[in-house]
Structure formats: structure tokens, C-alpha cells
């Protein structure tokens, strides 16, 4: 779109990255649009490079700077927890018959808690694994190192120090097992349903009729963008979203009355997990839903609290399709905000 062009080639890539890319030009504007025939996550459906036309590059600039890779958290009890119970969940499902044994493509978001997670699949009882997502991860080169995973489709890396020399060392077997796309195919509406994704991302905190807030603390300060969630989640076969049930040392509940900020609605949201283990709430009417996530999900100190708010709303507002004490629900909220913790005093 640019009427000029200026081109960085920069020699701390591999250059071994060539080729890997499948860039799209099959999209049009509507109503001209045509199906985006990816049918597997192997699959290419174009070209390697970007277009350009040569009269709208004026300079090319000579760099040599590395990405800037941020080391991710060991992974600690909580996370260890949370991998674990996602991991039984879809164990069941497979027995159930909703899921085949090698599941279907993995979308992860970033962070602490999803590379555990990632890191919990390798050698499970899953293979081979896919991926169709939007960043890859540490997790993802070890599923792909170890062959659990065989071939992931992305349109960036999210990787630490270590991460980005393993893909540096390694790129000659990452090459043909890793796909980069432009953002509006990885993260197109139409082929992750089509693919039937299985999304797992992180939650800043739900409430207790799954409400996901993902992006901002106590509804006002941003912590980061809803990157590529809100694709996935409201096109996955099942959309999952992974907290601990608490933050600043049990200061905060991750589980709440009532979300301070929205991104992902309770129609979006399959499944609830934290430490303390899964609420499935596919199917489920919304004091079913609250009921699950109170019991499954909360932390045992908030627990108490969630349930007693939610009986007194069910007692106040008989019949109510989703009850909810207005002048309370952002009480605790307001209350951390107040006096450093949602703990009454």
C-alpha cells in the first residue's frame, strides 16, 4: 500500500528462514471473496515472498540486530496444575469421542502458563499433534524437536534467549515443519473453524458466568492487547482460557462477580481452568455455569465469598435468566482498589 519502500535485511536471521513462509493473495474484497482452500495444516496455498514492485523500494538498510526475547518463568506448581488438568480434560474428551487421539490443531497464546502447558504434551498420549496458531513458543520447537508435534502453522515467534539459539542451531529441522503465514490467514475465522482449532489462551480473571477479561487490570490499565484470542476463541471447536485463581499473593480473586473489562463473552467460552480444576460449561444454562466455576475454579478463600454473592443474587432477583447484585458486582474490584486486596478488612 506504501508509495515508498524501505527494505531492512537483517543477517542475524537464518537464512535459512527462506522458504518457509506461504504468503496468500487470494483475498479479495467482498462479495468477491473465494473459500481459502487450507483443508490441513500443511498445506501451502502460496508464495514465499511478499510482492513488490522494484520502482517502490528508494533503500535497502544492512542490519544485524537480534530479536528481543523475553525468558519465560520456570514452570511452578500452580502451572504445573493448570497443564495438568487441561491435560486430563482432553484425555476425556477423546475417550468420550469428541476428540480423535491425535486432537485437532492447537492455537496457544503467549506466556508462562501456556508453554507449560505445551511443554505437558510432550510425550503424552497425544501424536502426532498440529498446530494452527498464531505464535510460537518455546513449548511448541520442543513438541516439534521431539516429534509429539509434527508441523505447525504460525505467523510469528514469541521465543526466550534459548528458544531463539535452539531455532538458530536447529533451522535445517524446523524447516519444513514450521509454516509462517500473513496474520489475516493464521488468524482467519474461516479456517480455524474449518480445522476445528482447540484454543487455550490466558484470562487476567473470568466471573462466575464465564466472562473472560484477557486484557486489562481492574478494567482500566491495559497489561496487553487480545492479540489473536478473540479469533480463535470465537471460532475454535472448544475455546479454553487458563488462570491461576488468584494474583498479587491471594490479594486478588482471578474469579469474580463480575468482570472489569470484557473481551471474551460468555458465549465464546467453553472451558474454565485454574489450579483448582475445569469447568465445563458447554451446554450449560448460566446459574449452572456460575454454580461450576465457583465450585471448580475459584480458590478455596474466595470461594465462600462467590458463592454468597451469587445465592443473594439468586434470592433477590427470582426468575432472572442471569442474576447479579448491580451495586455489588464490581464491589471487589472497587475494594482492591480501596484498600490493596478484595479481602474484606
Same mark, same amino acid.
Given at each position: 500500500?506504501?508509495?515508498?519502500?524501505?527494505?531492512?535485511?537483517?543477517?542475524?536471521?537464518?537464512?535459512?528462514?527462506?522458504?518457509?513462509?506461504?504468503?496468500?493473495?487470494?483475498? =479479495?474484497?467482498?462479495?468477491?471473496?473465494? $473459500?481459502? *482452500?487450507?483443508?490441513?495444516?500443511?498445506?501451502?496455498?502460496? !508464495? #514465499?515472498?511478499?510482492?513488490? &514492485?522494484?520502482?517502490?523500494?528508494?533503500?535497502?538498510?544492512?542490519?544485524? =540486530? $537480534?530479536?528481543?526475547?523475553?525468558?519465560?518463568? #520456570?514452570?511452578?506448581?500452580?502451572?504445573?496444575?493448570?497443564? +495438568?488438568?487441561?491435560?486430563?480434560?482432553?484425555?476425556? *474428551?477423546?475417550?468420550?469421542?469428541?476428540l480423535p487421539a491425535s486432537l485437532l490443531p492447537l492455537q496457544s497464546g503467549v506466556g508462562n502458563i501456556a508453554n507449560a502447558v505445551l511443554?505437558?504434551?510432550?510425550?503424552? #498420549?497425544?501424536?502426532?499433534?498440529?498446530?494452527?496458531? *498464531?505464535?510460537?513458543?518455546?513449548?511448541?520447537? =520442543?513438541?516439534?524437536?521431539?516429534?509429539?508435534?509434527?508441523?505447525?502453522?504460525?505467523?510469528?515467534?514469541?521465543?526466550?534467549? +534459548?528458544?531463539?539459539?535452539?531455532?538458530?542451531?536447529?533451522?535445517?529441522?524446523?524447516?519444513?515443519?514450521?509454516?509462517?503465514?500473513?496474520?489475516?490467514?493464521?488468524?482467519?475465522?474461516?479456517?480455524?473453524?474449518?480445522?476445528?482449532?482447540?484454543?487455550?489462551?490466558?484470562?487476567?480473571?473470568?466471573?462466575?458466568?464465564?466472562?473472560?477479561?484477557?486484557?486489562?487490570?481492574?478494567?482500566?490499565?491495559?497489561?496487553?492487547?487480545?492479540?489473536?484470542?478473540?479469533?480463535?476463541?470465537?471460532?475454535?471447536?472448544?475455546?479454553?482460557?487458563?488462570? #491461576?485463581?488468584?494474583?498479587?499473593?491471594?490479594?486478588?480473586?482471578?474469579?469474580? &462477580?463480575?468482570?472489569?473489562? !470484557?473481551?471474551?463473552?460468555?458465549?465464546?467460552?467453553?472451558?474454565?481452568?485454574?489450579?483448582?480444576?475445569?469447568?465445563?460449561?458447554?451446554?450449560?444454562?448460566?446459574?449452572?455455569?456460575?454454580?461450576?466455576?465457583?465450585?471448580?475454579?475459584?480458590?478455596?478463600?474466595?470461594?465462600?465469598?462467590?458463592?454468597?454473592?451469587? +445465592?443473594?443474587?439468586?434470592?433477590?432477583?427470582?426468575?432472572?435468566?442471569?442474576?447479579?447484585?448491580?451495586?455489588?458486582?464490581?464491589?471487589?474490584?472497587?475494594?482492591?482498589?480501596?484498600?490493596?486486596?478484595?479481602? $474484606?478488612?
Amino acid at each position: 500500500m506504501a508509495d515508498r519502500v524501505i527494505l531492512e535485511v537483517n543477517a542475524w536471521q537464518p537464512a535459512a528462514l527462506e522458504g518457509m513462509h506461504d504468503i496468500y493473495y487470494g483475498t =479479495a474484497l467482498p462479495p468477491f471473496r473465494k $473459500p481459502i *482452500e487450507i483443508l490441513h495444516v500443511s498445506d501451502r496455498i502460496g !508464495v #514465499p515472498f511478499l510482492h513488490c &514492485p522494484p520502482e517502490k523500494i528508494v533503500a535497502v538498510v544492512e542490519t544485524n =540486530a $537480534p530479536d528481543r526475547n523475553s525468558a519465560f518463568k #520456570p514452570v511452578d506448581d500452580t502451572s504445573q496444575r493448570i497443564a +495438568e488438568h487441561l491435560l486430563e480434560f482432553l484425555a476425556n *474428551e477423546v475417550k468420550a469421542g469428541r476428540l480423535p487421539a491425535s486432537l485437532l490443531p492447537l492455537q496457544s497464546g503467549v506466556g508462562n502458563i501456556a508453554n507449560a502447558v505445551l511443554r505437558g504434551l510432550d510425550g503424552g #498420549p497425544f501424536h502426532p499433534l498440529t498446530a494452527y496458531t *498464531e505464535v510460537i513458543q518455546d513449548g511448541m520447537l =520442543a513438541l516439534l524437536r521431539s516429534g509429539t508435534m509434527s508441523t505447525v502453522s504460525a505467523t510469528a515467534f514469541s521465543l526466550s534467549e +534459548e528458544g531463539a539459539a535452539d531455532l538458530h542451531a536447529n533451522i535445517a529441522q524446523y524447516h519444513e515443519r514450521i509454516i509462517l503465514r500473513p496474520q489475516e490467514i493464521s488468524n482467519h475465522p474461516e479456517v480455524i473453524r474449518r480445522l476445528g482449532c482447540l484454543a487455550m489462551n490466558g484470562a487476567i480473571e473470568a466471573d462466575i458466568y464465564g466472562n473472560v477479561n484477557s486484557t486489562h487490570v481492574m478494567g482500566s490499565s491495559i497489561m496487553n492487547g487480545i492479540g489473536g484470542s478473540g479469533d480463535f476463541a470465537r471460532n475454535a471447536y472448544i475455546a479454553m482460557f487458563l488462570t #491461576p485463581s488468584t494474583a498479587k499473593n491471594g490479594a486478588i480473586s482471578s474469579i469474580v &462477580p463480575m468482570v472489569s473489562h !470484557v473481551d471474551h463473552t460468555e458465549h465464546d467460552v467453553h472451558v474454565v481452568i485454574t489450579e483448582w480444576g475445569v469447568a465445563d460449561l458447554r451446554g450449560l444454562a448460566p446459574r449452572r455455569r456460575a454454580q461450576r466455576i465457583i465450585d471448580n475454579c475459584a480458590h478455596p478463600d474466595y470461594r465462600p465469598m462467590l458463592q454468597d454473592y451469587f +445465592e443473594r443474587a439468586s434470592a433477590t432477583a427470582p426468575g432472572k435468566h442471569t442474576p447479579h447484585l448491580i451495586e455489588e458486582a464490581l464491589s471487589w474490584h472497587a475494594r482492591y482498589l480501596r484498600e490493596g486486596t478484595m479481602r $474484606p478488612l
